[in-house]
């Protein structure tokens, strides 16, 4: 199995927080690793073997509040980015 490195940009990363949500929850998915989050570039790194966990990731973002580039970056979204920001302070 060949494991492939993708790079997604993404919106609403605001701080070190936005960055310790990202990395403890897309860390648990399966088929994951290598989860990096580049602050100075709003963009996720991360390794997969499969295709359909690129899918996992770029919907768990979206969920968390962190829609990728060009995604539909509504109300709600940022709201999320803002209470997912908040957790990832409390647990550093």
Same mark, same amino acid.
């Given at each position: 199995?060949?494991?492939?490195?993708?790079?997604?940009?993404?919106?609403?990363?605001?701080?070190?927080?936005?960055?310790?949500?990202?990395?403890?929850?897309?860390?648990?998915?399966?088929?994951?690793?290598?989860?990096?989050?580049?602050?100075?570039?709003?963009?996720?790194?991360?390794?997969?073997? %499969?295709?359909?966990?690129?899918?996992?990731?770029?919907?768990?973002?979206?969920?968390?509040?962190?829609?990728?580039?060009? %995604?539909?970056?509504?109300?709600?979204?940022?709201?999320?980015?803002?209470?997912?920001?908040?957790?990832?302070?409390?647990?550093?």
């Amino acid at each position: 199995m060949i494991q492939e490195t993708a790079i997604i940009a993404i919106q609403n990363l605001k701080c070190n927080g936005c960055a310790n949500t990202i990395t403890t929850q897309l860390s648990k998915l399966e088929a994951i690793s290598d989860v990096k989050v580049d602050n100075d570039t709003n963009s996720v790194s991360f390794k997969y073997y %499969e295709k359909i966990a690129y899918n996992l990731v770029v919907d768990k973002l979206s969920s968390l509040g962190y829609p990728i580039e060009g %995604e539909n970056n509504a109300f709600h979204k940022k709201a999320k980015s803002f209470v997912s920001c908040a957790v990832g302070r409390m647990n550093t």
